[in-house]
């Protein structure tokens, strides 16, 4: 590796990042630590060049309420502590890579003049920029994205012409139930509003499986929530009682009451038109190809933040995908201003290790989840555990409803996903940090990792997960998936066990139809009342009691199969009617 304090013949360059915020914030400091005579110019196209974009749904709800807060870094600061040149406001037209040139304009002159900047290097850090389909209406007043500090303003500014806080309470539409439209809904109904989200997909939060998504949507239901899945936004309309008003027209015909405001969480793009226009290669749907050091097609041209694809480490084989998270956006910049001063650092590829608070529930993944592995036609396997947070016998101890998806054999770890209360991004920060080392599901379940009673557990739901799935890889268990239920239940030669305690059968419903109960302390002197030479599928509430279960059955020559339905009542009970 190439030490740039030693290296004289790449300082002094002059290097132009267009983009500021994490990608290209972290590049400029970077490389003005490394080289003090290096002339460094940062574009930006609107007046804020590094801020807390993650924060601002937060501030929008008034748990963040320093204004001053969201600007991470301002031009000033970065111009007195760093020597940067930062121009805000100002908007690259067209970038000449032959005779390394950018041309920008500033926009907040009445009649803008294009300027020409030269480079040496030049770092894109573009972003990428909210999807506004073209929907009849969307552009009325009271409708808003959620890109940059000025939409978090307005968002604000509206907000405070409305009559909060009274006894009837105004109404709002989420269009989109991702990350950020999720945080949006609990931010207005905290600001006193009533809440619909409108989602064309069956689920909230697509990186989960719908299983997982499920747990969120009954809380969110629990908490007055309007959840409208599986339907999409066909026209926006004017309220006949008010012109700043919006009823929200859905393609199955329904229409959603009157809303005051209309948040667009539709997803984005990546912002790259001149981009692609200036020879630099961009894929399918517009996202800028790099290779593994940040490099793009065009030399001396970078690329890094949501507007790349990079590899895909989970899958392997090359694979590529689109990850727009800050982290990895941050380390790109970071590893750019390296590689530029000849430290040729190569990026792993992005995990896709998520978390979004949702009112009291945090949800978390990383890595590939079910939809990607049968696309790509990846064999895989799933365990379902649901353990607490820590030591049972501990005050307050939450349930973390954790699926750990993996190859079926060989026991890699293609990902995770996680819900709950508490403890739920520690897990599956562990879980990234294990693939990442190319750890397995059995190394899994020999993590050595903190405990006491009140912060964890002997047993880790990490290693809890781990066990489970090596179980499966050893043959000691064989499981139903909570989809095949209904399907496997209906075969004439099986037989469904619930071993839950009678009274929790009483107070939370049957499993299935025609399922026999036996709680499990009772199993080894009533298991004559299971019919010999059946298939026997067994549930318990969480999974660990059909799994014991599982296995003294298992061990008796009277039944043809023996398997444990994965995830058990608690997972089949939420999306049961899915099937």
């Known amino acids: ?121 030049l770092v894109l850090a573009v972003g990428s920029e909210p999807l506004k389909p073209p929907i009849p209406g969307i552009n009325r007043p009271g409708l808003f994205v959620l890109r940059n500090l000025q939409d978090m303003d307005n968002i604000v500014a509206w907000l405070q012409t409305l009559p909060l806080g009274g006894e009837e309470k105004p109404h709002a539409v989420v269009a989109g139930a991702g990350f950020v439209g999720l945080e949006m809904v609990e931010q207005l109904m905290r600001r006193g509003l009533d809440v619909t989200v409108v989602e064309m997909l069956p689920q909230v939060l697509g990186p989960l499986d719908v299983e997982m998504a499920a747990i969120v949507e009954e809380d969110m239901r629990k908490k007055g929530v309007n959840l409208v899945t599986g339907d999409a936004i066909q026209e926006f309309l004017p309220a006949e009682d008010d012109e700043r008003s919006t009823v929200v027209k859905l393609k199955s015909g329904k229409l959603l009451p009157s809303a005051v405001l209309t948040i667009l969480g539709m997803g984005v793009r990546p912002g790259t038109k001149i981009i692609s226009e200036a020879g630099i290669e961009c894929g399918p749907r517009g996202h800028i190809i790099v290779d593994d050091y940040m490099r793009t097609n065009v030399p001396d041209v970078w690329a890094a933040g949501d507007a790349i694809e990079v590899r895909n480490p989970v899958a392997g084989n090359d694979e590529k995908w689109a990850v727009p998270l800050a982290g990895p956006a941050n380390r790109q910049g970071r590893m750019i201003a390296d590689n530029i001063y000849g430290m040729n650092r190569k990026f792993k590829g992005t995990y896709a290790a998520s978390v979004v608070r949702v009112f009291n529930l945090v949800a978390a993944c990383v890595g590939m989840n079910e939809k990607m ?40 770890v ?55 799935a090596q179980n499966v890889i050893d043959g000691f268990v064989e499981q139903v998936d909570w989809k095949e239920l ?94």
């Open 1 to 121: 590796m190439t030490n740039p304090d030693t290296n004289g013949a790449r300082k002094g360059q002059k290097l132009v990042i267009i983009g500021g915020v994490a990608g290209g914030a972290s590049c400029a400091a970077r490389a003005r630590r490394l080289d003090e005579t290096a002339e460094i110019l940062l574009l930006q196209s609107g007046p804020d060049v590094s801020f807390a974009s993650c924060g601002m749904p937060y501030f929008i709800g008034g748990e963040i309420t320093d204004r001053n807060q969201m600007s991470v870094q301002t031009p000033g600061s970065l111009r007195s502590r760093f020597n940067i040149d930062v121009r805000v406001n100002t908007r690259v037209v067209s970038i000449n890579t032959e005779a390394k040139t950018v041309t920008a304009i500033n926009e907040t002159q009445a009649s803008p003049e294009k300027e020409d900047f030269t480079y040496d290097q």
């Open 373 to 412: 592995l049968i696309q790509k036609n990846l064999p895989f396997a799933c365990v379902h555990v649901h353990p607490g947070s820590h030591a049972g016998y501990f005050p307050g101890a939450k349930s973390v409803n954790f699926k750990l998806i993996f190859h079926p054999t060989t026991g890699k």
């Open 414 to 468: 293609w990902g995770a996903q996680a819900v709950g209360e508490d403890g739920v991004e520690k897990r599956i920060d562990v879980v990234s940090t294990a693939m990442q080392g190319q750890l397995t599901v059995g190394d899994l379940a020999e993590l050595e990792l903190c405990y006491a009673p009140p912060v964890g557990s002997a047993k880790d739901p990490v290693n809890i997960a781990g066990m489970a």
């Open 486 to 579: 209904k399907a496997v239940a209906s075969l004439p030669d099986v037989v469904v066990l619930d071993v839950r305690n009678g009274s929790e059968v009483e107070k939370d419903g049957k499993l299935i139809e025609g399922a026999i109960n036996i709680p499990l302390n009772d199993l080894r002197s009533r298991m004559n009342e299971i019919p010999d030479g059946k298939r026997v599928v067994v549930s318990c509430a969480s999974g660990q009691r059909a799994y014991y279960a599982t296995r003294i059955l298992k061990q008796s020559a009277r039944f043809s199969k023996v398997e444990n339905l994965s995830g058990a009542w608690k997972t089949y009970s939420l999306v049961q009617n899915r099937v």
